[in-house]
Nanobody, 127 residues
């Protein structure tokens, strides 16, 4: 059983930066994507960024490409999301997830639901 714990959320003004971190209770073996989803009030949950623990392949939602960077430290069992140039539209509860598929759809990435989830951390961006 994989337990995921997020940290690093908070409030920031538009244009600011935040760094989210996800710590896994056990080592996440190969062939897993781990990453971040978010859900804003009244909206569906959406995939934000993912990284493959074995190959290091990364995937980003179009809305965050160029602003967010996902990274992993397998020794520490952590996956971080560096968020820059934050916009009010980035306001959401951010969830760490593990063991999910990421599919290429034309020029974009699609994120399927994860098997393991963290409790979430709130990110609020004010204008």
């Amino acid at each position: 059983q994989v337990q995921l714990v997020e940290s690093g959320g908070g409030s920031v003004q538009a244009g600011g930066s935040l760094r989210l971190s996800c710590a896994a209770s056990v080592y996440i073996y190969s062939n897993y994507f781990v990453g971040w989803f978010r859900q804003a009030p009244g909206k569906e949950r959406e995939g934000v960024a993912a990284i493959h623990t074995n190959s290091g392949t990364t995937a980003y939602a179009d809305s965050v490409k160029g602003r967010f960077t996902i990274s992993q430290d397998n020794a520490k069992r952590t996956v971080d999301l560096q968020m820059t140039s934050l916009e009010p539209e980035d306001t959401a509860m951010y969830y760490c997830a593990a063991d999910f598929a990421v599919v290429r759809r034309g020029g974009s990435w699609g994120f399927q639901s994860g098997r393991y989830w963290g409790q979430g951390t709130q990110v609020t961006v004010s204008s």
